[in-house]
């Protein structure tokens, strides 16, 4: 038989209970449970980031964003276009 019988568990338990007392386990029982919920919000969070935006298909009636094109460029500064040529 491996680790996973039940008396195995039980004296896991009883070994946990003698070293920190029946007053720390809750304590440290409900810590845990506030860090893996924590963490689980934090992975989905991370997922949900990780997602492109614009995912959902445009209605024709919703405004549609312009895209910045490479040649434009301010009065009085020049792209690498140009400094390229120029070089």
């Known amino acids: 038989m491996g680790f996973t019988s039940w008396w195995h568990w039980a004296i896991v338990a009883v070994v946990l209970l003698i ?3 029946s007053k720390k386990l809750p304590d440290a029982a409900r810590g845990l449970g506030q860090s893996l919920r924590i963490f689980k919000s934090e992975v989905k969070e991370m997922q949900k980031d990780d997602k492109p935006a614009d995912t959902a298909p ?7 964003r312009e895209l910045p094109s490479a040649d434009n460029t301010q009065p009085g500064t020049s792209s690498n276009a140009d400094t390229k040529k120029s070089a």
């Open 58 to 64: 445009a209605s024709p009636d919703a405004p549609q």
């Open 19 to 21: 070293l920190f007392g």
